[in-house]
């Protein structure tokens, strides 16, 4: 028999027991997609003979209330070598991305087509097609092909990229009351950073928990195994732990114990002043003295670093990250981020990793302040959803007993919920921030006790009458005495604003907006997410008419600054470390000074969440956290992109093998 008829055999032996299957199907199956453990769609497939070639078809797709929209993906491969010879993808991989892409293969040359252009190149021996995350199936071939072909360390990926396939161990499930034993494998490449899969004895991929092409946590789970959800979800955190705790032990800190930096501009000192030539000792993770050299004394023998010509901050703050991977963490303290709010992820993946953190077992991450969503009804973002008073308490209470500091309440949350989860989290010593639900304003969300709020959108109706008359326009001049009264009201209120300007900016994004003209960042990361972030944007004209709304939003951001309502940066995902950077830069574009901006990334943050005596400037006595940077962005605010080295916990990390170890260029 030969080698390629057996396959053949083995595909249609797996297929008769498929209920429904045409002469020429040899294979079928359909997952159940999630984002943050909500059902969100589903993906069919079928494999089908195709002369001596197979033919994989899927249909990914997303369902929404009001809509859907999929991903449909042909591959044709080798029935025997199973290597690629035509892959065409086209449709939306999430919400926010669209591609179309093909490959085709013959005598070995590939003929390339991505909405970038088209190439022509030689084929590598061994190589497989695969662009964005979606669909699973070719997932699941590109891990077969692996298999059938020596499991090469490396498999070249067109359009472009690296695919890394590594065993990890195995799982027990439950499928109809019986145990099954899962062989597991991450998958690094397809998508930024790590994929967990599981595959049966015959490598059907089962189980896929990773994140989406719009870098929302999501799994993947075929029919008949859904109740594992959570288990998938646990393991999934569990290796995310053990990749991070790896990255701890290769990435040493190049200084840490006792030490002394020399010569820097620092920044942010006690009640934020500025030293010329500064002298900071750090023992043991806190700072031991600050000043100006001459000053103070280094006790003898003391190593030294000398960070004359370079400027050092606080540690950095973003407040609203949703670290869906676990590369997003090395990333971040790259940039300079030491202190990082989640601000909405899953307690499955995000509880491990700030408790590696707390104990030390992972080194190369901020330190970790969790938000928990609650959500209500069909449109609630993920499954921490709330109907009833008691399901809402429960939520807060879960989040509470997991060690969260904060609830996050999203705009889908039923109004008479709102005060119960507020209260409840105030009770038990929590904050509250969040999106405004859309059946109240702001003036009702600073009455019911929000202590922040993200997204700078939900902040705009405060420039309006606290009630509005019928048919009475709402006012949008930030210097108008109604919009005045309206920012005194939020000063005196003492909310907090986290106005996400970088995010707004990149989803207002045309497709075919160069991204690199705003965000520099890009050009220095790795194919696989160049191939995501590229992929968002909306059609020319309908961005147009929303980016004129950006310069207006840094009227208002301006406006509420000088009303002195605490401003904070947060970033919610786009470019790892880099929007930190962008939100800098775009709170100095609005008009804000860049040392305030920079206390709206340290101190501001600090007090918002009661932190401040630990954190937020360089003082004696205070968690040793800084940064150093290779510029002025006392200066020029975007020099913060030069940042070089990272102290947390007095550990000094250079910033060059974070980077690396995430595949991005420092
Ligand atoms: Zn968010």
Avoid: C
Avoid at 68 to 74: C, E, I, N, R, V
Avoid at 160 to 177: D, M, P, Q, S
């Amino acid at each position: 028999m030969t080698k390629k008829l057996a396959v053949v055999l083995l595909l249609a032996a797996v297929a008769f027991s498929a209920s429904f299957v045409s002469a020429q199907t040899v294979d079928s199956g359909k997952f159940v997609l999630y984002k943050y453990q909500k059902k969100m769609g589903v993906e069919n497939y079928s494999v089908k003979m195709s002369g001596d070639s197979l033919e994989l078809n899927a249909r990914f797709e997303l369902s929404f209330i009001g809509g859907s929209f999929g991903l449909d993906t042909a591959l044709t491969y080798d029935g025997d070598t199973l290597a690629p010879q035509r892959f065409v993808t086209k449709g939306k991989t999430s919400t926010r991305t669209t591609v179309d892409a093909a490959v085709t293969v013959a005598e070995q040359i590939a003929t390339v087509r991505t909405s970038y252009g088209s190439t022509t190149e030689k084929v590598p021996g061994k190589f497989f097609t695969a662009f964005h995350p979606a669909p699973i199936s070719v997932q699941n071939m590109l891990l077969r092909y692996w298999a059938k072909n020596g499991k090469p360390k490396d498999i070249p990926l067109l359009p472009g990229g690296t695919a890394r396939i590594k065993y990890l161990g195995k799982t027990k499930v439950k499928r109809n009351g019986k145990t099954e034993s899962l062989a597991r494998y991450s998958i690094e490449g397809v998508m930024w950073g790590q994929e967990i899969v599981w595959v049966d004895k015959d490598l059907n991929l089962i189980a896929l928990v990773a994140a989406d092409a719009e870098m929302d946590r999501f799994e993947a789970i075929r029919e008949g195994y859904g109740s594992n959800l959570k288990l998938f979800a646990e393991v999934a955190g569990k290796d995310s732990v053990k990749k991070l705790e790896r990255l701890s032990k290769h990435i040493s800190p190049i200084h840490s114990g006792s030490y002394a930096i020399i010569g820097a501009k620092l920044i942010g000192g006690k009640d934020f002043n500025t030293i010329l030539d500064s002298v900071i000792v750090i023992r043991n993770g806190r700072f031991a003295a600050v000043g100006k050299r001459g000053k103070i004394k280094i006790p003898k023998g003391m190593k030294v670093f000398n960070a004359s010509g370079k400027t050092i901050l606080p540690g950095l703050f973003d407040m609203h990250a949703h670290a869906t991977q676990p590369e997003w963490f090395p990333a971040s303290l790259a940039a300079g981020i030491t202190t990082m709010r989640d601000a909405a992820n899953e307690i499955e993946f995000i509880v491990p990793v700030r408790d590696g953190e707390e104990k030390g077992s992972i080194t190369v991450s901020p330190r970790l302040l969790l938000a928990g969503y609650i959500d209500s009804g069909p449109s609630s973002v993920g499954s921490m959803k709330a109907e009833t008073e008691k399901e809402a308490l429960e939520i807060v209470r879960t989040y509470r007993n997991a060690g969260f500091q904060q609830i996050k309440i999203y705009q889908s949350l039923r109004e008479e919920l709102i005060e119960v989860v507020t209260k409840e989290a105030h009770r038990l010593g929590m904050t509250v921030t969040g999106h405004i639900p859309r059946s109240i304003n702001i003036y009702d969300a600073v009455d019911k006790g929000y202590d922040q709020v993200n997204h700078l959108g939900f902040v705009m109706r405060v420039m309006s009458p606290r009630v509005m008359k019928e048919g009475e326009k709402r006012n949008f001049d930030p210097d108008s005495d109604q919009a005045k009264a309206g920012f005194k009201f939020l000063k005196d209120s003492g909310l907090v604003v986290e106005p996400t300007m970088a995010r707004a900016e990149n989803s207002v994004k045309a497709l075919d907006d160069d991204f690199i003209a705003t965000e520099p960042g890009i050009e220095k990361a790795p194919f696989e997410f160049r191939a995501l972030i590229t992929s968002m944007g909306m059609p020319a004209e309908v961005a147009a008419r929303r980016q004129r709304g950006g310069e207006f939003a840094k009227s208002v951001l301006k406006a509420l600054h000088e009303a002195g309502v605490p401003l904070i940066v947060g970033t919610d995902l786009v470019v790892p470390g880099h929007t930190q950077f962008r939100e800098l830069e775009l709170f100095v574009e609005a008009g804000i000074s860049p040392v305030d901006a920079i206390k709206s990334a340290t101190i501001v943050p600090a007090r918002a969440m009661k932190l401040d005596k630990k954190l937020g400037t360089i003082e004696v006595g205070k968690i040793a956290d800084l940064v150093i940077v290779d510029g002025d962005p006392d200066s020029s605010i975007s020099e913060i992109r030069k940042t070089k080295f990272v102290i947390k916990d007095g550990k000094m990390f250079e910033s060059a093998p974070l980077w690396e170890s995430v595949g991005f260029r420092p």
